[in-house]
T-cell receptor, first 116, second 114 residues
Framework: GDSVTQMEGPVTLSEEAFLTINCTYT??????LFWYVQYPGEGLQLLLK?????DKGSNKGFEATYRKETTSFHLEKGSVQVSDSAVYFC???????????????FGQGTILTVHP | SQTIHQWPATLVQPVGSPLSLECTVE??????LYWYRQAAGRGLQLLFYSVGIGQISSEVPQNLSASRPQDRQFILSSKKLLLSDSGFYLC?????????????FGQGTRLTVV
């Protein structure tokens, strides 16, 4: 079955440091890939997405590139802020209509803490 | 625009008591609907999904059930809660068709069974 593996956390960085959170996946076919962010006590918000190989998703200074050859979708940000402290989830969804839409497989989440 | 409402935000229930969590979606029709659970310190697990009124699919065997009495309403229930039912429950929706395949989440319900 489908699976998503994220780097182990937690990750602790100083403000303005460079961030990378690794994500690899296993799936048949060509899934869509996502990064979601969860702030304390809240639901999940879509951060960025990519729907085909070599696509780059970007939002709020974060970016990730869909690498089919390495089955990866690593999240990066050049300069993190304290407000970026949250849990980050990598996820995939099979492309297709009907029951496939929105049926996500998640990684285990990576806790990011950014200190001033 | 579409919005998703989930309530209550927090809930403390004794073991053996019933449960009802409700989720409604506005601004769209015929959505796919989902219930996920997030146990402490762990990722998200899909519990149920629904593609239409009265159509429920269960992803994992458990003490919970789901119902969809209306197109944009999704309810998570239990007749008798267990300690292991504690967790953060998230409702989500996705469009039935279109170019995107992402899901949109509610704010979640923190359930503590004592």
């Amino acid at each position: 079955g489908d699976s998503v593996t994220q780097m182990e956390g937690p990750v602790t960085l100083s403000e303005e440091a460079f961030l990378t959170i690794n994500c690899t996946y296993t799936a048949t076919g060509y899934p869509s890939l996502f990064w979601y962010v969860q702030y304390p006590g809240e639901g999940l918000q879509l951060l960025l997405k990519a729907t085909k190989a070599d696509d780059k998703g970007s939002n709020k200074g974060f970016e990730a590139t869909y690498r089919k050859e390495t089955t990866s979708f690593h999240l990066e940000k050049g300069s993190v802020q304290v407000s970026d402290s949250a849990v980050y989830f990598c996820a995939l969804s099979r492309i297709g209509g009907g029951t496939s839409y929105g049926k996500l497989t998640f990684g285990q989440g990576t806790i990011l803490t950014v200190h001033p | 625009s579409q919005t998703i409402h989930q309530w209550p935000a927090t809930l403390v229930q004794p073991v053996g008591s019933p449960l009802s969590l409700e989720c409604t979606v506005e601004g769209t029709s015929n959505p796919n609907l989902y219930w996920y659970r997030q146990a402490a310190g762990r990722g998200l697990q899909l519990l149920f999904y629904s593609v239409g009124i009265g159509q429920i699919s269960s992803e994992v065997p458990q003490n919970l059930s789901a119902s969809r009495p209306q197109d944009r309403q999704f309810i998570l229930s239990s007749k008798k809660l267990l300690l292991s039912d504690s967790g953060f429950y998230l409702c989500a929706w996705s469009p039935r068709t279109g170019s995107g395949t992402e899901a949109f989440f509610g704010q979640g319900t923190r359930l503590t069974v004592v």
